[in-house]
């Protein structure tokens, strides 16, 4: 077979899958001679509209598929549809692109699709010879003739029967066609939705890891600065037991006749063993955020918890340590009270506080040096001593300057006695709001 330059669209399409009907092939020689150019004229139905890849090829009597074409040429499309002339067309196949065997041919208009529309009567390319003018046949040639018509009718209408069932095959095949191409058109609306998605998550996913690695490190710089800050906790309750046990040893020593102050001082104390207490288990909460320290990376959310309870903890303990600064300065104000009180009785009585054999600690010793005995004297020791009432002398009070007597440390401790004050901002509650007094104190530790 020979071809032009271009090939025509083609397909494995079946007759049976073809629409003879849709273009009729007019005036159609029985034979045509070899060497001449052959013009092909055909009409188009009123239902059939052309296409710019339709072509008509010739085709060997008993082609199975449209590929099995001999030549072709391009169909030229009508300016109007609508015009009667414009039904009417015509294509003309070169003499060199003819067969040259006397095999049986026919026309074949094929669409762009390779769908075949329509079909010529066979013909042949021979000469013209004299048999062609007049033929004489015998009656048995007649008979047998009319028996391969028949034969041929038969062969048609089972031709037609199965080109019916290949063209409702064909519907249901382009039927399912189109329901593939719109499942097709939805999986790949879906796929680029899913995308879109993937791509959205993608980017979450890179913003919340950027986030993550922000916070890493500002949980990091805090780690730090809490492990400094415990170090100097450690340092300041070092310092601070040093001191209570001076203040401990200092409380030992004081007499019967200061019985007040040894019960405050005995408070003290008891209130520097809780939070000697409170320091061990201060001690081992330092320790398990050491352990957990190595691993931060693994447990931030523990660690933040522990950190809270730890920053709660530490903020109650300086609360404390604030309370019992305070109640320390407390008391070394009553123990100057108590001295002047002391030192106001000697000389009422007579004696010189210098004389005393055991001499009162400065405020500014810190208790450190004191003799095992009375920590102010024996107040009464004067009496003995005394040789004469008249070395009495009229002293005047150090805190209203009266020429009298006056007790102002008892007046001090019956307020403080009515009064509660806030270790943390010094606001003063009086003693029948005991509840709101420690709401308060509590707000301190939020």
């Keep these: 077979m020979e071809k032009t330059i271009e090939?025509?669209?083609?397909?494995?399409?079946?007759?049976?899958?073809?629409?003879?009907?849709?273009?009729?092939?007019?005036s159609v020689e029985k034979f045509y001679i070899p060497g001449g150019d052959v013009t092909c004229r055909y009409t188009f139905t009123q239902n059939f509209i052309p296409r710019q890849k339709d072509w008509i090829g010739i085709f060997r009597v008993g082609w199975k598929t449209v590929r099995e074409y001999y030549t072709?040429?391009?169909?030229?499309?009508?300016?109007?549809?609508?015009?009667?002339s414009a039904k009417q067309q015509e294509v003309q196949f070169k003499a060199y692109y003819l067969p040259k065997d006397?095999?049986?041919?026919?026309?074949?208009?094929?669409?762009?699709?390779?769908?075949?529309?329509?079909?010529?009567?066979?013909?042949?390319?021979?000469?013209?010879?004299?048999?062609?003018?007049?033929?004489?046949?015998?009656?048995?040639?007649?008979?047998?003739?009319?028996?391969?018509?028949?034969?041929?009718?038969?062969?048609?209408?089972?031709?037609?029967?199965?080109?019916?069932?290949?063209?409702?095959?064909?519907?249901?095949?382009?039927?399912?066609?189109q329901k593939k191409q719109e499942e097709l058109e939805t999986l790949q609306s879906i796929n680029k939705k899913l995308e879109l998605k993937v791509k959205e998550q993608?980017?979450?996913?890179?913003?919340?890891?950027?986030?993550?690695?922000e916070q890493n490190q500002k949980m990091s710089s805090e780690n730090e600065?809490?492990?400094?800050?415990?170090?100097?906790?450690?340092?300041?309750?070092?310092?601070?037991?040093?001191?209570?046990?001076?203040?401990?040893?200092?409380?030992?020593?004081?007499?019967?006749?200061?019985?007040h102050l040894k019960k405050e001082n005995g408070h003290l104390f008891l209130s520097l063993t809780e939070q000697r207490k409170d320091q061990k288990k201060l001690e081992q909460t330092v320790e398990e955020m050491k352990q957990n320290e190595t691993t931060?990376?693994?447990?931030?959310?523990?660690?933040?918890?522990?950190?809270?309870?730890l920053s709660r903890r530490l903020s109650e303990k300086k609360m404390i340590y604030n309370a019992l600064q305070r109640e320390k300065e407390r008391l070394e104000g009553e123990n100057d009270l108590l001295k002047r009180e002391n030192s106001r009785l000697l000389s009422y009585m007579g004696l010189d506080f210098n004389s005393l054999?055991?001499?009162?600690?400065?405020?500014?010793?810190?208790?450190?040096?004191?003799?095992?005995?009375?920590?102010?004297?024996?107040?009464?020791?004067?009496?003995?001593?005394?040789?004469?009432?008249?070395?009495?002398?009229?002293?005047?009070?150090?805190?209203?300057?009266?020429?009298?007597?006056?007790?102002?440390?008892?007046?001090?401790?019956?307020?403080?006695?009515l009064c509660l004050n806030c270790p943390i901002c010094d606001k003063i509650f009086p003693a029948t709001e005991k509840q709101i007094f420690e709401d308060h104190v509590f707000c301190h530790s939020l």
């Excluded at 072709?72 to 009667?84: A, C, E, G």
């Excluded at 028949?150 to 409702?168: F, I, R």
């Excluded at 906790?233 to 006749?257: F, H, I, N, P």
């Excluded at 009070?397 to 006056?406: G, N, R």
């Design 202 to 213: 993608k980017d979450y996913w890179e913003t919340e890891l950027l986030q993550l690695k």
């Design 102 to 177: 006397d095999e049986y041919y026919q026309f074949c208009y094929v669409d762009q699709d390779g769908v075949v529309r329509g079909a010529s009567i066979p013909f042949q390319f021979r000469p013209e010879n004299e048999e062609d003018i007049l033929v004489v046949t015998t009656q048995g040639e007649v008979e047998e003739i009319e028996q391969h018509n028949k034969e041929l009718c038969k062969e048609n209408q089972e031709l037609k029967d199965s080109c019916v069932s290949l063209q409702k095959q064909n519907s249901d095949m382009q039927a399912e066609l």
């Design 296 to 309: 931060t990376m693994k447990k931030q959310q523990e660690l933040m918890d522990e950190n809270f309870d």
């Design 72 to 84: 072709f040429m391009w169909v030229t499309l009508p300016i109007d549809l609508n015009n009667k």
């Design 357 to 417: 054999p055991y001499q009162v600690p400065t405020s500014d010793e810190g208790g450190a040096g004191q003799n095992p005995g009375l920590v102010y004297g024996n107040p009464y020791s004067g009496i003995q001593e005394s040789s004469s009432p008249s070395q009495l002398s009229i002293k005047k009070c150090p805190i209203c300057k009266a020429d009298d007597i006056c007790d102002h440390t008892l007046e001090q401790q019956q307020m403080q006695a």
């Design 7 to 26: 090939d025509p669209p083609t397909s494995a399409v079946l007759l049976d899958h073809c629409h003879f009907s849709q273009v009729i092939f007019n």
């Design 225 to 259: 600065k809490m492990g400094i800050r415990v170090d100097q906790l450690q340092a300041q309750l070092s310092t601070q037991e040093k001191e209570m046990e001076k203040l401990v040893q200092g409380d030992q020593d004081k007499t019967e006749q200061l019985e």
